[in-house]
């Protein structure tokens, strides 16, 4: 496995040009997550209307990876309802414990695929379900 499997362009671009990040101060919940095996921090505030995501705005400080994956998760469940995004979450969990032998489902995760290399480095899956924790204990506790 080389690494520039790992650390893919598209990801490099998220990392380099994260979408949604800086709190927006309009939000339901605040959730803080950390990785401590890398170092990853995130912050995420999740707004919630009329049963859709309606807006995930994070911040955050951690390796390339796991910032892309916070980058490309908002863009794939804003605007979605719960039931939807639990859908994508399920299939991003499904493409991280892949270990490689998937390519994932992209019609449904877009650039999410461009992770499918990390769920071979068991130490990086972390790094790339960072954000995406950070979402579902979001999702939970605003259900609550
Ligand atoms: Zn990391």
């Known amino acids: 496995m080389e690494l520039d499997s790992l650390y893919q362009e598209v990801i490099l671009d998220h990392y380099r040009s994260p979408h949604h990040k800086g709190l927006s101060d309009d939000k339901d919940i605040q959730v803080h997550h950390n990785n401590p095996s890398c170092g990853d921090e995130i912050t995420l505030n999740l707004k919630v209307q009329e049963g859709k995501?309606?807006?995930?705005?994070?911040d955050g400080v951690g390796c390339s990876i796991s910032m892309a994956s916070a980058s490309v998760m908002s863009d794939l469940l804003i605007g979605k309802t719960f039931r939807e995004a639990n859908v994508i979450f399920e299939a991003?969990?499904?493409?991280?414990?892949?270990?490689?032998?998937?390519?994932?489902?992209e019609s449904l995760?877009?650039?999410?695929?461009a992770f499918a290399g990390v769920s071979k480095f068991?130490?990086?899956?972390?790094?790339?379900?960072l954000s995406w924790m950070?979402?579902?204990?979001?999702?939970i506790q605003v259900m609550e």
Do not use: N, T, Y
């Open 53 to 58: 995501v309606s807006d995930i705005s994070w």
């Open 122 to 129: 068991p130490a990086r899956i972390k790094c790339a379900l």
């Open 92 to 105: 991003f969990m499904e493409l991280m414990q892949s270990k490689g032998r998937s390519d994932g489902d």
């Open 109 to 113: 995760l877009e650039d999410g695929v």
């Open 134 to 139: 950070a979402f579902k204990d979001a999702a």
